[in-house]
């Protein structure tokens, strides 16, 4: 049995935006908007390993310090940046992305 090709209207509905979070070192995610705030909501519980004494590892309570970054992502912007990385080329931004 054949797929039902979208509509135009399905095609064009609102799709959710994007959360991006950056941690520390410069890694950076980009999740579905419910997702990341479910992984934030997660920090809530958090605890850090501190490994700076190769012989003692210290788990502590994670600090307002850490450097975990957050931004809202569009949903065109994430297609622009998704197309851009597929087809290799610039999509018409004319900086690097913001994070």
């Not at 049995?1 to 950056?22: C, D, G, H």
């Not at 479910?38 to 502590?60: C, M, P």
């Not at 994430?78 to 992305?97: F, R």
């Amino acid at each position: 049995m054949a797929t039902a090709r979208p509509t135009k209207a399905e095609l064009l509905k609102k799709k959710s935006n994007y959360i991006v979070i950056t941690f520390e070192y410069g890694k950076t995610y980009v999740f579905p908007f419910e997702a990341g705030m479910q992984l934030i909501a997660a920090f809530e519980n958090a605890e850090f390993v501190d490994r700076s004494d190769y012989q003692n590892h210290i788990i502590k309570d994670v600090s307002v310090e850490s450097s975990i970054e957050t931004k809202i992502m569009s949903q065109q912007e994430y297609l622009d940046y998704k197309m851009s990385g597929l087809l290799g080329v610039n999509v018409g931004k004319e900086e690097p992305p913001p994070f």
